[in-house]
């Protein structure tokens, strides 16, 4: 009887601090729905990706480890050898606009620009050409009209300062627009306050390289995107930086898209927006202080790969935002500082693999909505929350991760914990619904709370747990470095 009579207590007191946090939850008020608010993106809520429900044709997911490398397509093409004419514009030269180089010019010749400013109004390039600026010379929009306009194929511009194309509620006016056109090459060359900045619509096969983009948008209604690519094909974005824009990079309906060792920060909203874009890859970028992150939405078998997301820090803000995507693999990616490290919604076998989420909020917020999604490897350190979800049952599987939360033992000495860990924290579920009730988070009291959970859990979904808990970090250095 006498070792009865504790038994009978503890469970007494367990059962007691559980109804206190099941009251806590019945006083908070209820949210109107799950669905996450984007800001700036109504065309992008309603919509459905209807390539969703094909097969994947770039890799196949089955197989957690496969591996994805040779993803990337093949280098667009270029133009051939140089073999025409050139043609010299400047101050005392035979040409003194860049508007009569363009008459003169045949396909194939290249017009070479000395350093000067040039206020000509809008020029368009309409046949093959090269257009090579020396000494930073500068094209100046006036704030009134785009900059350079791209009709023809295989056009390569390159050396230019475009500076303060115009502004317009019904005209997308930018820098350079490159409209129903292959093979274009933009490269090494300086944008600097423009509406929008380089804009490529229905182009294949282009390379938009080393560009520095920048501008000092300060409403989203009243700016545009620093990279814009619309029904393209096969386009790669490589080395270039962006900030100051409403998104840094965008792309909608790309295929077959690289965005590589770009550097996206301090963009209104997102320093990536990717929507309908499938077969796509983008590795070794850098994502930080923007609006609210990257979002990827309403795509399937794209490659997210050895990114860095940082201090993307918020109201609404997150590292990475992936709606309604599919069969396709998140790996080797570091998230640090952000509200929210990874939002995941309506996406469906997606892989999570050697990634480190360090010290932010929320690490993986993953709805009931997003099934058979695989996490492992992973690296959960210092996180406020690591797992949050809106469901009891779990439709996902995290496996041999390492949680810094995780106080368990490992007596085999074999690397792996005795005990499953079980990542989602009662807390997390009253803050979901209270967030005033951060201001507890250190408390005494929400240690019990999280202790009557763990021997009686009632809220937190029993299935979400990792049964071969990691007792070291993953190792491997700093991929992404």
């Given at each position: 009887?006498?070792?009865e ?32 608010e ?30 994805h490398?040779?993803h ?11 073999t025409?004419?050139?043609h010299?514009?400047?101050r ?9 180089a ?11 620009v000395?350093?000067g ?23 100046d ?5 785009s900059?350079?306009?791209v009709t ?19 005209r ?10 292959r093979?274009?090459?933009?490269e ?16 294949h096969?282009?390379?938009?390289r080393?560009?520095?983009i920048?501008s000092s ?10 990279i ?9 974005v490589e ?7 409403r ?5 909608e309906?790309?295929?077959g898209?690289v965005i590589?060792?770009?550097?996206s ?13 499938n ?11 923007n ?16 990114n ?5 820090w918020?109201t609404?803000?997150?590292g990475?935002?992936?709606?309604d995507?599919?069969?396709s693999l998140i790996?080797e990616n570091?998230?640090?500082g952000?509200?929210?490290?990874i939002?995941?919604?309506?996406s469906?076998?997606l ?27 992973n ?14 049952q779990?439709p996902?599987?995290?496996?041999a991760?390492y ?27 009253i ?7 951060l ?13 009557a959970?763990r021997?009686?859990p ?9 049964e ?8 491997g250095?700093?991929?992404w470095a």
């Amino acid at each position: 009887m006498s070792r009865e009579r504790p038994r009978r207590a503890r469970t007494f007191a367990a059962m007691t601090v559980v109804g206190i946090a099941l009251l806590l939850l019945a006083l908070a008020p209820r949210p109107e729905g799950t669905a996450l608010e984007l800001p700036g993106s109504e065309a992008a809520a309603s919509a459905r990706a209807t390539a969703a429900t094909q097969a994947p044709t770039g890799h196949d997911t089955a197989t957690p480890h496969q591996s994805h490398e040779g993803h990337a397509p093949a280098t667009p093409s270029r133009p051939e050898t140089f073999t025409g004419t050139e043609h010299v514009v400047g101050r005392g030269e035979r040409l003194e606009r860049i508007s009569d180089a363009l008459e003169v010019a045949e396909a194939g010749d290249r017009i070479r620009v000395r350093g000067g400013h040039y206020r000509e109004g809008p020029l368009t390039i309409d046949r093959s050409i090269e257009l090579i600026g020396e000494g930073w010379p500068v094209l100046d929009g006036e704030g009134e009209h785009s900059i350079l306009t791209v009709t023809a194929n295989d056009v390569r511009i390159q050396g230019f300062i475009l500076r303060d194309s115009g502004f317009s509620h019904i005209r997308d006016h930018a820098a350079i627009t490159v409209e129903e056109s292959r093979g274009c090459r933009i490269e090494h060359n300086r944008l600097e306050n423009n509406f929008f900045g380089i804009y490529l619509a229905r182009a294949h096969d282009c390379l938009v390289r080393h560009n520095d983009i920048r501008s000092s948008a300060t409403r989203e209604a009243t700016s545009g995107n620093g990279i814009h690519l619309w029904d393209v094909d096969r386009v790669q974005v490589e080395d270039n930086h962006i900030t100051g824009h409403r998104d840094g990079i965008y792309l909608e309906f790309a295929q077959g898209a690289v965005i590589r060792s770009n550097r996206s920060e301090g963009n209104l909203r997102y320093g990536l927006h990717f929507m309908f874009s499938n077969e796509s890859f983008y590795v070794n970028n850098v994502f930080a202080r923007n609006g609210a992150g990257v979002a990827v939405m309403y795509s399937r078998d794209v490659i997210m790969s050895r990114n860095q997301f940082l201090d993307n820090w918020g109201t609404s803000a997150y590292g990475l935002l992936v709606k309604d995507v599919q069969d396709s693999l998140i790996e080797e990616n570091l998230f640090r500082g952000n509200t929210v490290a990874i939002h995941s919604e309506g996406s469906d076998r997606l892989t999570f693999r050697l990634n480190r989420l360090e010290r932010n909020g929320w690490a993986v917020k993953i709805l009931a909505n997003s099934q058979d999604n695989y996490f492992t490897a992973n690296n959960f350190i210092d996180n406020t929350f690591d797992v949050i979800t809106n469901s009891r049952q779990n439709p996902n599987t995290f496996d041999a991760n390492y949680w810094s939360q995780y106080r368990g033992y490992d007596l085999e000495g074999d690397g792996t914990g005795d005990l499953a860990h079980r990542p989602v924290r009662l807390f997390s579920f009253i803050v979901e619904t209270k967030p005033v009730a951060l201001i507890l988070l250190r408390s005494f009291f929400v240690d019990i709370l999280e202790v009557a959970e763990r021997v009686l859990p009632i809220l937190t979904p029993e299935t979400l747990t990792d049964e071969n808990p990691l007792m070291i970090e993953v190792p491997g250095g700093e991929p992404w470095a």
